[in-house]
């Protein structure tokens, strides 16, 4: 179905914006026939031909753009590269991209609409039977259940728990019996999958199953020890040759990390570039304002609880600031350039040159001050996890009016909205919260 969309979109085009009757035919014909194979190709490399990717429909239309994308900037660069563009219509081209992703979309969901009515029907579904304990075949069955796969069917449960009666329902599935009963039943049913559910500690036991079942044709599959469903991640990935259980993922590492780090680094060097006059302004009324340095330092927590100098313009008397405590409202600290520095956040300007050194980001968890920051560890646990990734200029927690001094409980939840901001981060995200940031600071509020 794929190849019928792929090379009937473009016919389709070619047809009806040109005409078949072009002297240029034998060029459209191959140019279409080399995109199929060439898409057809990306699509196999991208596993979109395996059963899995009907799983998951949202990754599979990423995957089925991606590769249409990729093939489409293929030929693009072929045809410029052979001096040969002209040959061609420009819009042929980019009307056969989008044609062609929109038929293939629809063929897919026509093809999954099928196997999932299919399976609900008991057809093309893939028949499941476990053997082991009660508890780990129960885990095993829930798990199973949440997917909500219509496809997925468990129909006998095998234990050799002696209160065992095949009369009996397990979690709404009939107890078929033990082992002994497994094969007789497997070469009666159809048992696509037989899962043995477990402790990995059994090793003995396991591998005698494993066996004794080698005669019968299903797949032979080991089901997780508890721990796989107690813990906070059912991920498996392949690690070194190894398939290992993932419990917790990195944030915003491999790719995201160069997006973010770029991102970061055109902004903040555009910014810096058109807010000098601005700072350099300010550098000057602060020197005539009050006695003493422009910059205020301050050591934080940052990447990895390293401690860094985070910058700022200085707006509070000299003898006082030293002690590095938090501003309250209408704090006699404050001086007269920075009651207004302040109130616009202008004084954080110069953390602009912390993102370009590297120990800060645009956007990300706001850091508190070290005495602060070791205080509230001891209040909230997990506080420590909002310094999984650079800290930020701006975050999720202050475009939603979480600033400055706040209670225990409005901690809990900035570090909430900064976990969330973590572990769901993307480069739209950051975009709207530097837009939500805008508004913010022109209302003032919680600046002081």
Same mark, same amino acid.
């Given at each position: 179905? $794929?190849?019928?969309? #792929?090379?009937?979109?473009?016919?389709?085009?070619?047809?009806?914006?040109?005409?078949?009757? @072009? &002297?240029?035919?034998?060029?459209?014909?191959?140019?279409?026939?080399?995109?199929?194979?060439?898409?057809?190709?990306?699509?196999?490399?991208?596993?979109?031909?395996?059963?899995?990717?009907?799983?998951?429909?949202?990754?599979?239309?990423?995957?089925?753009?991606?590769?249409?994308?990729?093939?489409?900037? !293929?030929?693009?660069?072929?045809? !410029?590269?052979?001096?040969?563009?002209?040959?061609?219509?420009?819009?042929?081209?980019?009307?056969?991209?989008?044609? %062609?992703? !929109?038929?293939?979309?629809?063929?897919?969901?026509?093809?999954?609409?099928?196997?999932?009515? +299919?399976?609900?029907?008991?057809?093309?579904?893939? +028949?499941?039977?476990?053997?082991?304990?009660?508890?780990?075949?129960?885990?095993?069955?829930?798990?199973?259940?949440?997917?909500? %796969?219509?496809? @997925?069917?468990?129909?006998?449960?095998?234990?050799?728990?002696?209160?065992?009666?095949?009369?009996?329902?397990?979690?709404?599935?009939?107890?078929?019996?033990?082992? &002994?009963?497994?094969?007789?039943?497997?070469?009666?049913?159809?048992?696509?999958?037989?899962?043995?559910?477990?402790?990995?500690?059994?090793?003995?036991?396991?591998?005698?199953?494993?066996?004794?079942? %080698?005669?019968?044709?299903?797949?032979?599959?080991?089901?997780?020890?508890?721990?796989?469903?107690?813990?906070?991640?059912?991920?498996?990935?392949?690690?070194?040759?190894?398939?290992?259980?993932?419990?917790?993922?990195?944030?915003?590492?491999?790719?995201?990390?160069?997006?973010?780090?770029?991102?970061?680094?055109?902004?903040?060097?555009?910014?810096?570039?058109?807010?000098?006059?601005?700072?350099?302004?300010?550098?000057?009324?602060?020197?005539? $304002?009050?006695?003493?340095?422009?910059?205020?330092? +301050?050591?934080?927590?940052?990447?990895?609880?390293?401690?860094?100098?985070?910058?700022?313009?200085?707006?509070?008397?000299?003898? $006082?600031?030293?002690?590095?405590? +938090?501003?309250?409202?209408?704090?006699?600290?404050?001086?007269?350039?920075?009651?207004?520095?302040?109130?616009?956040?202008?004084?954080?300007?110069?953390?602009?040159?912390?993102?370009?050194?590297?120990?800060?980001?645009?956007?990300?968890?706001?850091?508190?001050? #070290?005495?602060?920051?070791?205080? #509230?560890?001891?209040?909230?646990?997990?506080?420590?996890?909002?310094?999984?990734?650079?800290?930020?200029?701006?975050?999720?927690?202050?475009?939603?009016?979480?600033?400055?001094?706040?209670?225990?409980?409005?901690?809990?939840?900035?570090?909430?909205?900064?976990?969330?901001?973590?572990?769901?981060?993307?480069?739209?995200?950051?975009?709207?919260?530097?837009?939500?940031?805008?508004?913010?600071?022109?209302?003032?509020?919680?600046?002081?």
């Amino acid at each position: 179905m $794929d190849l019928v969309a #792929i090379v009937g979109s473009q016919v389709l085009v070619w047809g009806v914006h040109i005409g078949f009757n @072009d &002297d240029k035919a034998s060029l459209y014909i191959l140019t279409i026939l080399s995109n199929a194979v060439c898409t057809i190709v990306a699509f196999q490399l991208a596993g979109l031909y395996k059963i899995e990717s009907y799983r998951h429909p949202v990754r599979q239309i990423k995957l089925i753009c991606l590769s249409c994308l990729i093939v489409f900037s !293929f030929f693009v660069i072929l045809i !410029f590269g052979l001096k040969v563009s002209s040959e061609f219509s420009r819009i042929w081209f980019f009307l056969s991209l989008v044609l %062609e992703i !929109f038929l293939v979309l629809v063929s897919r969901v026509s093809v999954i609409t099928f196997i999932r009515r +299919q399976a609900k029907n008991g057809k093309m579904a893939r +028949q499941i039977v476990t053997i082991g304990t009660r508890s780990l075949s129960e885990c095993f069955i829930i798990a199973v259940r949440e997917q909500h %796969e219509p496809w @997925d069917q468990i129909v006998g449960v095998f234990t050799d728990d002696p209160d065992n009666s095949t009369d009996e329902e397990f979690c709404g599935i009939r107890l078929c019996g033990g082992l &002994d009963e497994i094969i007789e039943y497997a070469r009666n049913e159809r048992v696509d999958d037989v899962v043995i559910c477990l402790p990995w500690s059994e090793t003995d036991i396991i591998l005698a199953i494993i066996d004794k079942l %080698e005669e019968l044709p299903t797949n032979i599959r080991i089901a997780p020890d508890s721990i796989y469903y107690e813990g906070p991640s059912r991920e498996v990935s392949y690690l070194a040759g190894v398939y290992v259980i993932d419990s917790r993922y990195k944030p915003i590492s491999g790719w995201e990390r160069v997006a973010k780090r770029t991102e970061d680094l055109i902004l903040a060097s555009i910014a810096l570039a058109l807010l000098l006059p601005v700072m350099f302004v300010v550098a000057c009324w602060i020197k005539l $304002d009050t006695p003493g340095p422009i910059l205020f330092k +301050q050591q934080r927590h940052g990447y990895n609880n390293t401690i860094f100098n985070i910058l700022k313009f200085r707006t509070m008397y000299v003898d $006082d600031n030293d002690e590095g405590k +938090q501003a309250i409202r209408h704090d006699p600290r404050v001086t007269r350039s920075g009651h207004f520095l302040r109130k616009w956040s202008i004084d954080e300007l110069p953390q602009l040159l912390n993102v370009i050194g590297g120990t800060m980001s645009l956007v990300g968890p706001r850091p508190m001050p #070290i005495y602060q920051n070791q205080s #509230i560890a001891k209040e909230i646990q997990k506080y420590d996890g909002r310094h999984k990734v650079r800290p930020g200029i701006t975050g999720l927690a202050q475009v939603n009016k979480l600033r400055g001094e706040k209670t225990i409980e409005e901690m809990k939840q900035r570090l909430k909205l900064d976990m969330y901001y973590i572990n769901h981060w993307s480069v739209w995200l950051d975009i709207w919260i530097l837009l939500r940031t805008f508004g913010t600071v022109l209302s003032g509020e919680n600046a002081y």
